[in-house]
């Protein structure tokens, strides 16, 4: 069956039924699944001494950057709707993975260097699991770009209203303190600002407030 986005509802149709935004979420784990697997053959690549540092944090760099295009274009309805702003803000989050935020994780370019340095072990061919676990977090902050995307999409079509829905694994405490309650949609946490940080797996729905229109279920 082919999808369809229906810009009124917002959200994905499949054989004219509406995909609800729990279900949708599943093609956004999907797309980390698989640039989860790639950047792990990335790592193990590099373990094994295939190529150096800095041919790995340039693969690291182009998946990343495919990865969070990916997950924006879904969350808007298909990469034909993304805008120049739109490509913005995805430039901002990209950049913000590879180069770190100040008091809250060093970004790929410091765990490149953090190789380079010995952390993991004395050179590439020689490297400990460390290497794995460490890139294996770097797809998971697809998940932030995608939920995050959606609010803002629908924040532009009339939401006024939004809530935290828990995902399906352990929650943390954040989490389950701020779902199931409805707030205006720019008072949302928004999704990474949870302890759980980049493995938090919530859902946010948003609703209309006002007119015509059903919140998403």
Known sequence: ???SYDEEELAYRIGGREVSALRQKGACEAIIRQSNANIRLLAER????EFGVGEFYASLQRETKTLHMAQAALARGGIDRMTPRDWGRVAEVVFEQWNGKTGKFPGLRAFAEDIARGRYGARPGELSSGVLDRAGMAAQAGRATYENERVTHASENGHEEGQRVLGAVDNCPDCREWAGQWKPI???EPIGSSVCGVRCHCVIVTRRTR?????QR
């Open 1 to 3: 069956m082919s999808a």
């Open 46 to 49: 590099l373990q094994r001494g």
């Open 211 to 215: 007119g015509l229109g059903r919140f």
């Open 186 to 188: 720019d008072e949302l």
